[in-house]
């Protein structure tokens, strides 16, 4: 429904490109699902009718991979933000794609573990 999707031009052109210097190329729309279940409805949905899918977390990458280049639906993750399992003991934790690293750090607060930029590995649900 409304709350979960945008055609807004201005939403389009905020998911349309990340902090690379490649031009903004926007999606057709932008969706926020919020279980996984909704996203697997919604690639099945796209793969069917041969809709590019775009993945987006923050925007800040430096790539231009949240570029609609073909245009298709804009998948933004950030809705998808809970921290689903720690153990302390492997020092593992996991996460939905809309954590980000400020948030986990703020999760792990007092534990004695943290999160530091340029970490690989970090795996969502």
Same mark, same amino acid.
Not at 21 to 31: E, F, G, I, K, L
Not at 101 to 108: D, S
């Given at each position: 429904?409304?709350?979960?999707?945008?055609?807004?031009?201005?939403? &389009?052109?905020?998911?349309?490109?990340?902090?690379?210097?490649?031009? !903004?190329?926007?999606?057709? @729309?932008?969706?926020?699902?919020? *279980? +996984?279940?909704?996203?697997?409805?919604? =690639?099945?949905? !796209?793969?069917? !009718?041969?809709?590019?899918?775009?993945?987006?977390?923050? %925007?800040?990458?430096?790539?231009?991979?949240?570029?609609? @280049?073909? %245009?298709? @639906? !804009?998948?933004?993750?950030? &809705?998808?933000?809970?921290? *689903?399992?720690?153990?302390?003991?492997?020092?593992? @934790?996991?996460?939905?794609?809309?954590?980000?690293?400020? =948030?986990?750090?703020?999760?792990?607060? %007092?534990?004695?573990?943290?999160?530091? +930029?340029?970490?690989? %590995?970090?795996?969502? +649900?």
């Amino acid at each position: 429904g409304a709350p979960n999707v945008s055609t807004a031009t201005a939403v &389009r052109e905020q998911h349309g490109h990340d902090e690379s210097m490649h031009p !903004c190329a926007p999606p057709d @729309v932008v969706v926020w699902p919020q *279980a +996984v279940g909704q996203v697997q409805e919604l =690639a099945a949905l !796209c793969h069917r !009718c041969r809709v590019p899918m775009v993945p987006f977390g923050t %925007g800040t990458g430096l790539e231009g991979g949240v570029n609609a @280049v073909q %245009g298709g @639906v !804009c998948f933004d993750l950030s &809705r998808m933000d809970a921290i *689903a399992d720690l153990s302390l003991e492997d020092f593992s @934790v996991t996460v939905e794609p809309g954590v980000t690293r400020k =948030a986990l750090n703020k999760h792990l607060r %007092g534990t004695g573990l943290w999160f530091p +930029v340029g970490t690989v %590995g970090m795996r969502g +649900v």
